[in-house]
């Protein structure tokens, strides 16, 4: 009778050893799932707020977008993170007629703002396509003593974003732990 019963606990053990895991790895993705749209979700309401703002100040219809590379927690790799990338784009035509220009459309503007830095007038260029490029360099260092262990590190990373067909804009962020 006693082998029986250590034979169950055994087997519920072995279960929680594999299930565990697997609850603990699902529950990090819908976590991660999450956040990301969440991301998303926040860059086009920004980018809808900026438009309304841009059009009820300038009286001209507004086309605004937003890029935004951010740098996440990951769980295979916490000190650099892992690079996600939200964007958003509004599209507002609020606007008053003026008296003298009868019969005319209003002006249009195109704006874009790239990881919330100054924001760059793209009308002459007549779209607002964005290419990015990185270039990234990590550097970590693990250090163990008597008392505790401990791990550092740091990321340099270098944007250059292609915006229409000749606009570029350099960018570059350090982080470190």
């Not at 999450?34 to 900026?50: E, G, I, S």
């Not at 605004?64 to 000190?79: E, H, L």
């Not at 964007?87 to 209003?106: F, M, T």
């Not at 990185?134 to 270098?158: C, I, L, P």
Request: aromatic share 8%; net charge positive; with cysteine.
């Amino acid at each position: 009778m006693l082998k029986i019963f250590s034979n169950k606990k055994a087997q519920a053990m072995v279960e929680m050893a594999i299930l565990g895991p697997l609850v603990l790895v699902a529950l990090g993705m819908i976590v991660t799932y999450v956040a990301k749209v969440n991301n998303d979700q926040y860059a086009l309401m920004q980018a809808f707020r900026y438009a309304l703002s841009r059009s009820h100040r300038e009286n001209k219809i507004v086309g605004y977008g937003t890029w935004d590379d951010r740098r996440m927690s990951d769980a295979t790799n916490p000190i650099s993170g892992r690079k996600t990338t939200s964007s958003g784009a509004g599209y507002v035509l609020w606007c008053i007629p003026s008296v003298e220009n009868k019969g005319k459309d209003p002006e249009a503007k195109l704006y874009v703002d790239i990881n919330r830095f100054p924001e760059y007038d793209i009308t002459q260029e007549g779209s607002g396509s964005i290419e990015p490029r990185y270039f990234t360099e990590t550097v970590m260092t693990v250090s163990a003593s008597e008392s505790s262990g401990q791990k550092h590190g740091a990321v340099g990373e270098q944007m250059i974003y292609k915006i229409g067909k000749s606009k570029r804009v350099v960018q570059a962020r350090g982080h470190g732990r």
